[in-house]
Each structure stands twice: as C-alpha cells, then as structure tokens.
C-alpha cells in the first residue's frame, strides 16, 4: 500500500512535470537541494513544513493539494463554474481546445525530457 510521502511526492512530481520544471530547477526555485526534492518525489524522506511551503510556493498549490491530492486553485474553480452554464455545442468545443492544448504540452514535455537526456549523456561523456 502507498503511504502519504509516497503520495505526496508522486503530486510533486506531477505537478513539476505540469509546470515543465527538472528537480534542479525546483530545488534552486525553491531555495532547497536536488537532494531535497528528489527524496520528497521517492517519498523516501519527510519535508519540513518550511521546505513544503517553498515547494508549494514554487509548484503554485497549496499544502492541502499536496495532501489530499485536490485541487484549490482559484483558476481551476473559475474554469469549473464558467462551464457549469455552457451549451453542450460550447462544451464540445471546448474539449476540443482542451485535447488540442494537452496535446501541444505534451509534445512540448517530449521534446523538454529528451534534450535534458541528451544534455545528460553529453555530460556524461565529458566526465
């Protein structure tokens, strides 16, 4: 069974991913170590309620989100309340631009992962 670290890192990764950061990136954003945010994301070591909160601050959520996994975000809830009025015709083309926008992010986080693992062999090479 998945414990509540375990959890936890596996939302700080996610939403790391969502916002195209590395954990370098993260941990320097957040004042914190490499080390740091990788152990949260394993869920291999507990973070300081500071270090949460620097993370939170960076990844743009709140504890809660980290916690339970919800989502408060108040352009989430905009989102969430402008549709509960739409037609179904809106709503359908508003799935579109949906699939089409998650599309584009995902391509744009293909292309990310594979020069940072590019970049990694490069240094590699050069040890």
Request: net charge negative.
């Amino acid at each position: 069974m998945i414990n509540l670290r375990e959890q936890m890192g596996e939302r700080i990764k996610k939403r790391r991913k969502q916002m195209y950061l590395t954990q370098d990136k993260l941990a320097e954003q957040a004042g914190l170590t490499t080390q740091t945010i990788s152990s949260a994301e394993h869920g291999t070591k507990g973070l300081r309620p500071e270090s949460l909160l620097k993370i939170c601050t960076v990844l743009e959520i709140t504890p809660n989100d980290l916690y339970l996994g919800g989502s408060s975000s108040l352009e989430m809830n905009l989102v969430i309340e402008s549709t509960e009025h739409m037609q179904l015709e809106e709503l359908r083309r508003l799935e579109s631009y949906v699939h089409h926008q998650i599309a584009i992010r995902e391509t744009k986080m293909a292309i990310k992962e594979e020069a940072e693992a590019k970049d990694s062999l490069i240094r590699e090479g050069e040890r």
